[in-house]
Nanobody
Framework: QVQLVESGGGLVQAGGSLRLSCAAS????????MGWFRQAPGKEREIVAA????????YYADSVKGRFTISRDIAKNTAYLQMNSLKPEDTAVYYC????????????????WGQGTQVTVSS
């Protein structure tokens, strides 16, 4: 089991920045990929970004390319999502995800989830 705890959400004006963190604990001795998904009210959960164990493979959804940056600190078992130039349409609950396989866009294929952190971008 891997436990994930997100932090760093909040309220920000359009054009602003936020940095989300996701701390992993539990069975973290094996290699695992991490990622971020988000879910807005009335919408399905969608992938935002993902990063492999080695950080060699990184994926971004088209909607956040050039604005968001995913990274991880293996020694701290922590992943980060730096979000710049935020837009009102980025408003959602952001979930950290982890899996021993490659993180895929289908949320049904994710093994571990955090509890989520709210990000609200005002116009």
């Amino acid at each position: 089991q891997v436990q994930l705890v997100e932090s760093g959400g909040g309220l920000v004006q359009a054009g602003g920045s936020l940095r989300l963190s996701c701390a992993a604990s539990g069975r973290t001795g094996s290699t695992y990929s991490m990622g971020w998904f988000r879910q807005a009210p009335g919408k399905e959960r969608e992938i935002v970004a993902a990063i492999s164990w080695s950080a060699v493979t990184i994926y971004y959804a088209d909607s956040v390319k050039g604005r968001f940056t995913i990274s991880r600190d293996i020694a701290k078992n922590t992943a980060y999502l730096q979000m710049n130039s935020l837009k009102p349409e980025d408003t959602a609950v952001y979930y950290c995800a982890a899996d021993y396989r490659t993180i895929r866009p289908d949320p049904k294929r994710i093994s571990y989830w955090g509890q989520g952190t709210q990000v609200t971008v005002s116009s």
